[in-house]
């Protein structure tokens, strides 16, 4: 017998990962869609794991694991009867450090108004950038690690988070050192991701801007992150304007992301091909093509379907990524522009919106997510291999659900039912009160 740092056991289901033999490419068909949408997790009935060190040691059936790994010599022991146990969220793409209020911009838009229109007038990202140089570096991290307790009572125990809201190098480094203290005081995971390139400032143009990105920022902001992200957009910046700036990021030391394809379509995604991109997201306005270039990069479509409910717009469309061999994620891209810090809210629109099944928006908010961090890539050592599943020597990071299957993710649409989480296989508290995520 041999002791252990946590054993969480009779489970009604436990979800290890990607059903055996499915993981990236594993939805066949002609559409994209598997024989089975239901069939692409690993569950176990009665199940159990056992995390020690921080990771994942074993995990079966409840009494072949509790015959090797008493409960009661645990550090800490749960049972999970009646309950489903998970791998926990992996929200791989958020703007969650920012300032200010911009509720009457949804207001405009509920009155038809464009994004791109609230946008060129001052508003949306600009506006938050005026009141994140405005706020102090106190103010900005009280409000982060907020956002971080919210999120991990939804069940995200890896989050990402991006700058873009600073748009000079000063700023930008502020919002990168929040996130870096962010990441010391709270227990959930969180990756840095530099985005200066999120918005021309007000009175300058997209060339100049785009040097000072390139020679002043990225030198400066590099040592705080992991990635470097664009928004390739039209009358933002031009596909020549991401390769630049993503190209410099690598050279230091940051590998690329790419907001493509949202509103219109102007080729970030065979960008993201050509860099070999660790994920290319939003796609709303992707192709087919598109779908089958990053997939053969083995780039990974991050969906988010928020948005989309947000700006009242069609949703992306996985079917075409996963016909084409890619393993889709799903993430919040929580911002001013889409309130919804919630990975659930994210899977249930995931199903309504985009026509995944229950297990397919999981597998996308867990499995994918990790990828989507660049957890399959030996190069990016912060995001750990094997994160978003419970398979041995991944990460420790468990959500007990007060319900007895995954489906209740999406099913019980307007309530958590994340009971309980663990990082690293410790019991995990919000920053605030200091109460274990617990209802």
Same mark, same amino acid.
Request: hydrophobic share 40%; net charge negative.
């Given at each position: 017998?041999?002791?252990?740092?946590?054993?969480?056991?009779?489970?009604?289901?436990?979800?290890?990962?990607?059903?055996?033999?499915?993981?990236?490419?594993?939805?066949?068909?002609?559409?994209?869609?598997?024989?089975?949408?239901?069939?692409?997790?690993?569950?176990?009935?009665?199940?159990?794991?056992?995390?020690?060190?921080?990771?994942?040691?074993?995990?079966?059936?409840?009494?072949?694991?509790?015959?090797?790994?008493?409960?009661?010599?645990?550090?800490?022991?749960?049972?999970?009867?009646?309950?489903?146990?998970?791998?926990?969220?992996?929200?791989?793409?958020?703007?969650?450090?920012?300032?200010?209020?911009?509720?009457?911009?949804?207001?405009?838009?509920?009155?038809?108004?464009?994004?791109?229109?609230?946008?060129?007038?001052?508003?949306?990202?600009?506006?938050?950038?005026?009141?994140?140089?405005?706020?102090?570096?106190?103010?900005?991290?009280?409000?982060?690690?907020?956002?971080?307790?919210?999120?991990?009572?939804?069940?995200?125990?890896?989050?990402?988070?991006?700058?873009?809201?600073?748009?000079?190098?000063?700023?930008?480094?502020?919002?990168?050192?929040?996130?870096?203290?962010?990441?010391?005081?709270?227990?959930?995971?969180?990756?840095?991701?530099?985005?200066?390139?999120?918005?021309?400032?007000?009175?300058?143009?997209?060339?100049?801007?785009?040097?000072?990105?390139?020679?002043?920022?990225?030198?400066?902001?590099?040592?705080?992150?992991?990635?470097?992200?664009?928004?390739?957009?039209?009358?933002?910046?031009?596909?020549?304007?991401?390769?630049?700036?993503?190209?410099?990021?690598?050279?230091?030391?940051?590998?690329?992301?790419?907001?493509?394809?949202?509103?219109?379509?102007?080729?970030?995604?065979?960008?993201?091909?050509?860099?070999?991109?660790?994920?290319?997201?939003?796609?709303?306005?992707?192709?087919?093509?598109?779908?089958? +270039?990053?997939?053969? #990069?083995? @780039?990974?479509?991050? $969906?988010? &379907?928020?948005? *989309?409910?947000?700006? /009242? !717009?069609?949703?992306?469309?996985?079917?075409?990524?996963?016909?084409?061999?890619?393993?889709?994620?799903?993430?919040?891209?929580?911002?001013?522009?889409?309130?919804?810090?919630?990975?659930?809210? +994210?899977?249930?629109? #995931?199903? @309504?919106?985009?026509? $995944?099944? &229950?297990?397919? *928006?999981?597998?996308? /908010? !867990?499995?994918?997510?990790?990828?989507?961090?660049?957890?399959?890539?030996?190069?990016?050592?912060?995001?750990?291999?094997?994160?978003?599943?419970?398979?041995?020597?991944?990460?420790?990071?468990?959500?007990?659900?007060? #319900?007895?299957?995954?489906?209740?993710?999406?099913?019980?649409?307007?309530?958590?039912?994340?009971?309980?989480?663990?990082?690293?296989?410790?019991?995990?508290?919000?920053?605030?009160?200091?109460?274990?995520?617990?209802?």
């Amino acid at each position: 017998m041999t002791a252990a740092d946590a054993v969480i056991h009779g489970a009604s289901e436990l979800v290890v990962g990607p059903a055996t033999g499915t993981a990236e490419g594993s939805h066949p068909g002609a559409d994209g869609s598997p024989a089975d949408p239901d069939d692409v997790l690993e569950r176990i009935e009665d199940g159990a794991v056992v995390i020690a060190d921080g990771e994942v040691v074993a995990m079966g059936s409840t009494d072949e694991i509790v015959a090797e790994y008493p409960a009661e010599n645990a550090a800490v022991a749960i049972d999970a009867s009646g309950k489903t146990v998970l791998p926990g969220f992996v929200d791989s793409h958020t703007h969650a450090v920012f300032a200010g209020d911009r509720s009457d911009e949804f207001a405009a838009k509920l009155r038809g108004k464009p994004y791109q229109e609230i946008l060129a007038e001052g508003g949306g990202i600009l506006r938050t950038v005026r009141a994140c140089r405005d706020a102090s570096d106190a103010e900005l991290l009280e409000l982060l690690l907020d956002r971080l307790d919210t999120m991990l009572s939804f069940g995200a125990t890896t989050v990402e988070v991006k700058s873009g809201y600073g748009l000079d190098t000063e700023t930008e480094r502020r919002l990168l050192e929040v996130v870096d203290r962010a990441a010391e005081m709270h227990p959930v995971r969180v990756i840095p991701t530099f985005m200066g390139a999120h918005a021309v400032p007000e009175g300058e143009s997209t060339a100049d801007y785009v040097d000072r990105v390139i020679e002043d920022q990225l030198p400066v902001v590099a040592e705080h992150a992991v990635f470097c992200d664009i928004f390739c957009e039209e009358d933002v910046f031009s596909v020549e304007d991401s390769r630049r700036v993503l190209t410099a990021g690598r050279e230091h030391g940051l590998e690329p992301k790419i907001h493509a394809e949202e509103f219109a379509h102007l080729g970030g995604s065979q960008l993201a091909a050509e860099l070999n991109a660790v994920s290319a997201d939003h796609l709303l306005q992707a192709t087919e093509s598109d779908a089958a +270039a990053i997939a053969d #990069a083995g @780039v990974t479509p991050t $969906l988010l &379907p928020g948005t *989309a409910f947000a700006l /009242g !717009t069609e949703y992306a469309q996985p079917r075409q990524f996963l016909a084409a061999g890619s393993e889709v994620a799903v993430a919040t891209d929580f911002n001013p522009n889409c309130y919804a810090p919630g990975m659930e809210f +994210a899977l249930t629109l #995931a199903c @309504v919106g985009m026509g $995944l099944s &229950p297990a397919e *928006a999981v597998r996308a /908010g !867990t499995y994918g997510g990790g990828l989507a961090l660049g957890a399959s890539r030996s190069e990016i050592e912060r995001v750990p291999t094997g994160c978003g599943t419970l398979r041995e020597g991944a990460p420790g990071d468990v959500l007990v659900l007060d #319900a007895p299957s995954h489906a209740h993710i999406p099913y019980r649409f307007d309530e958590s039912v994340v009971e309980r989480a663990l990082i690293g296989g410790e019991p995990a508290y919000r920053s605030r009160a200091g109460m274990e995520v617990d209802r």
